[in-house]
């Protein structure tokens, strides 16, 4: 048993069980095996990946909450951090929206294997998504490392419900990015983001930036990507 693991789910009072432990170990083999094939991961080494990808995830544990709710993880990519949130949190219902087909045919095989049947993937753009029956949602929209601050609000806000969170999970960029953001955000009916420190042994420097929505995204957002051309609201 991973005792950091342990010790991260405890912060967020969750006892991990043995099955838990054992899904976590196989999305780790599975991530590692299907990254010989396509790139979904520059971590190669399976103690790293512990740390880098299913210790790293836990940490927004506590930012989730307590009971059932509607989890989405934008740009996930190899699953992190959305399937390693539903290995732990079976109450919640997780969607993983990634717009790669080759990733999302990982993401839907992975969670087969692991006997997620509380997930979906949706495989398609988060703009798109966020024009969907999916705009509005969710209670807790995550991403990791897709974009910039200012990209990421508009991707994934319009996604959150009133009242619901949007956690993104940033490095050490985020001095410059949170200012660059601040127009879109507040644009997109964002609350003043709130920046927390991630502590993980021999990690780099990790924050999560929780960022609550206090009102309805006006519907001229998500903006069409050939309309956004690339420049965040507000450039």
């Keep these: 048993m991973n005792e950091l693991w342990n010790q991260l789910a405890g912060r967020a009072s969750i006892e991990l069980s043995l099955l838990q432990h054992a899904q976590l170990d196989r999305y780790i083999t599975l991530l590692l095996e299907a990254n010989k094939r396509m790139n979904l991961t520059r971590i190669a080494d399976r103690t790293a990946a512990e740390l880098g990808h299913v210790a790293d995830a836990m940490t927004l544990l506590p930012f989730l909450p307590p009971g059932p709710h509607w989890l989405a993880d934008v740009g996930s990519g190899g699953g992190v951090p959305g399937i390693v949130l539903a290995c732990l949190r079976t109450d919640a219902t997780v969607y993983l929206i990634e717009s790669t087909r080759k990733k999302a045919d990982f993401l839907r095989e992975t969670c087969r294997q692991l006997d997620l049947h509380h997930v979906t993937v949706v495989a398609d753009r988060a703009e798109a998504a966020g024009r969907s029956e999916l705009r509005d949602a969710f ?51 964002g609350d003043k983001a709130m920046v927390h420190p991630v502590e993980l042994p021999g990690s780099e420097h990790r924050v999560i ?18 309309i956004a051309k690339g420049k965040a609201i507000g450039e």
């Design 209 to 226: 930036v929780e960022i609550k929505k206090i009102g309805k995204t006006p519907v001229l957002y998500p903006r069409d990507p050939t």
């Design 139 to 189: 209670d807790i929209v995550t991403a990791r490392a897709v974009g910039a601050l200012a990209h990421l609000a508009e991707w994934c806000l319009p996604l959150v419900k009133k009242d619901g969170k949007f956690l993104a999970m940033k490095g050490a960029k985020i001095t410059e990015e949170l200012p660059e953001a601040e127009t879109a955000i507040r644009l997109l009916s």
